[in-house]
């Protein structure tokens, strides 16, 4: 059964950092198009950044430019979020989702969330003095 579980997620204060984790089980994640969502309460899921299946293209939604980056490591079949600079409006709960590769592998989206197949559970973020 192929899975997508998020870690990594917690309390931090303003202007901190995390790591958050996407790992596959019952698939290896290379060639797939991963990308990373949140969820904020009472607001719709949007989409925070994107890798492709290559790795050649990588996109970030303008609030996350310059702050967060993402990375994948075929090797241990995850892929990262790495979030720097913390706001208050960066909580929520973060989740990432696989495009599979028969679509192919150069491109990824922000959008919509249906053009990715499979979806983690989500990790919660806090961002709080």
């Known amino acids: 059964q192929l899975q997508l579980v998020e870690s990594g997620g917690g309390l931090v204060q303003p202007g901190g950092s995390l790591r958050l984790s996407c790992a596959a089980s019952?698939?290896?994640?290379?060639?797939?198009?991963i990308g990373w969502f949140r969820q904020a309460p009472g607001k719709e899921r949007e989409g925070v950044s994107c890798?492709?299946?290559?790795?050649?293209?990588?996109y970030y939604t303008n609030s996350a430019k310059g702050r967060f980056t993402i990375s994948r490591d075929n090797a241990l079949n995850t892929v990262y979020l790495q979030m720097d600079s913390l706001k208050p409006e960066d909580t929520a709960v973060y989740y990432c989702?696989?495009?599979?590769?028969?679509?192919?592998?150069?491109?990824?989206?922000?959008?919509?969330?249906?053009?990715?197949?499979?979806w983690g559970q989500g990790a919660q973020v806090t961002v709080s003095s």
């Open positions: 989702a696989a495009r599979s590769p028969q679509y192919g592998v150069l491109s990824c989206q922000l959008g919509p969330t249906t053009w990715y197949q499979y």
């Open positions: 890798i492709s299946g290559a790795a050649t293209t990588t």
């Open positions: 019952g698939f290896t994640l290379d060639d797939y198009a």
